[in-house]
């Protein structure tokens, strides 16, 4: 029985077919956000809802019983952990008004296709193991954000109050400044002054007009360079590097694993050429004694 739920488990169909419900959960969830559709095929998404759910039960059940009597086992690789608890999250007793939760918890069944496809498992790895390095980079990052929106406060607060008024909406506007989204606008405010540019339909705001054109243009050309163009990109690189090194320590599983299966391949072969040579000699041992045998009888006869 545990020897065909492994079967079962490490099968090629069994892997993609419960792709292939994940991707239907997806499907699913995402018709449900038409009410016009969720009118007219209410009863058949409920249906279709439960069934992808007990598939992913079966599933649970097929690699828990493919541990055979040591089922805990199943909960030792992280990722059967977050399959289990996505499912179990669906089992919860949502109430009517709670039925929005409900949905989330079945958008989360989409997840799964994580645990299903190596790739995103090597990527979500990758990712994962690059937060330490990119907590560093996102303090350095801070830093500089910290940095510019105190000078900005101080020097374009009172000229653009829209988007330097205090600290907290001077970092947001920064923000905004380095991902590109008309970060122009801004500057030019404070190069020309917000009575010539930028604040049209909002002029009693601007209540103390003041232009900087070197300054201004110095600073958010400089934010840009550094913010952007550096720090940023420190992101991609230490998500690189640690998508490098989940490639090499999947391949170094991997290559274990294969050098396991080649040690036991040896080790049965040992034991299988062992196993012929105690039968040859049981054989031997076995015509010695008929031999005896028949000589005892003749000397009897005798």
């Not at 995402?30 to 009118?39: A, F, I, N």
């Not at 990527?123 to 830093?143: D, E, T």
């Not at 294969?258 to 105690?278: C, H, M, R, W, Y």
Request: charged share 20%.
């Amino acid at each position: 029985m545990v020897q065909n739920l492994q079967r079962v488990r490490d099968a090629r169909w069994f892997n993609n077919l419960i792709t292939a419900v994940i991707l239907a959960a997806g499907v699913v969830v995402g018709v449900e956000t038409y009410p016009g559709l969720v009118d007219r095929h209410g009863t058949i998404l409920h249906f279709l809802n439960e069934l992808i759910l007990w598939i992913f039960v079966a599933e649970i059940a097929v690699k828990m019983g493919a541990e055979g009597k040591r089922p805990w086992r199943y909960f030792l690789d992280p990722w059967n952990i977050f399959d289990f608890v996505i499912v179990a999250v669906c089992f919860l007793p949502f109430d009517a008004q709670y039925v929005a939760v409900l949905r989330l918890a079945r958008l989360l069944r989409v997840l799964k296709l994580v645990t299903a496809l190596p790739r995103l498992q090597i990527l979500v790895g990758a990712l994962l193991k690059s937060i330490p390095s990119m907590g560093y980079v996102a303090l350095l990052l801070g830093l500089l954000f910290y940095l510019y929106s105190v000078a900005a406060v101080f020097i374009f607060g009172a000229n653009d109050p829209v988007h330097f008024k205090d600290l907290p909406i001077a970092m947001l506007s920064l923000f905004r400044v380095v991902t590109g989204e008309d970060w122009t606008d801004i500057m030019y405010i404070n190069m020309f002054g917000c009575d010539q540019y930028g604040y049209g339909g909002i002029e009693h705001m601007c209540t103390k007009p003041k232009g900087y054109p070197l300054f201004a243009a110095l600073y958010f050309v400089s934010f840009m360079l550094v913010g952007a163009m550096v720090i940023l990109n420190l992101f991609i690189g230490v998500i690189m590097g640690g998508m490098d090194e989940a490639k090499r320590e999947t391949a170094a599983l991997e290559a274990e694993r294969l050098e396991g299966t080649f040690v036991l391949d040896n080790e049965l072969n040992k034991l299988t050429d062992q196993l012929s040579s105690l039968q040859e000699q049981l054989g031997v041992l076995q015509s010695r004694l008929a031999m005896q045998k028949d000589k005892s009888d003749d000397e009897q006869v005798g």
